[in-house]
């Protein structure tokens, strides 16, 4: 049976959701991946477009608000951004909770380049530590 991980972060449009990504595309046969945050708005464009460049498509995916998850449970529940560790200090359904900061993409300035560079330096440094994370006991 698959182990259930919760990616929660403010807006659910960035971080969250190329975390859900990743590990539904890497650790898909150990691990179920949801995310949501403590607003909904929508997946971010460029998120979509960092991951679709490593081969993993999350255009289906959607920005969700923790509400919906009420009453299941969780093995781990892990927060990637401050808003959302402040925010959300308990969360029911998760046995462990953890908090792994990464930068929030969507406030890189300048060309579109130097911006998808952000994103795609957020998306490889969230590919590593989730990894390590999720495959060690």
């Known amino acids: 049976m698959k182990q259930r991980v919760l990616f929660l972060c403010t807006h ?19 691990w179920e991946a949801s995310s949501a945050g403590t607003e909904a ?3 971010n ?7 679709a460049e490593m081969g993993i498509d999350i ?14 449970t969780f093995d781990r529940v892990i927060t990637l951004c ?16 953890e908090h792994l900061g990464f930068d929030d993409p969507s406030r890189a300035t300048g060309t579109e380049e130097e911006i998808m560079a952000e994103f795609r330096r ?3 440094e969230m590919k590593k530590a989730l990894l390590e994370l999720l495959t060690t006991p």
């Open 82 to 97: 401050g808003g959302a560790s402040e925010k959300c200090p308990l969360f029911v359904g998760g046995v462990r909770r």
């Open 122 to 124: 957020v998306r490889d």
């Open 45 to 51: 464009p460029r998120a979509i477009r960092a991951m």
């Open 41 to 43: 708005t929508a997946v």
């Open 12 to 30: 659910n449009a960035n971080r969250s959701q190329m975390a859900e990504g990743l590990v539904n595309h890497f650790l898909g046969e150990r």
């Open 59 to 72: 255009s289906g995916q959607r920005s969700k608000t923790l509400s919906e998850f009420d009453g299941q």
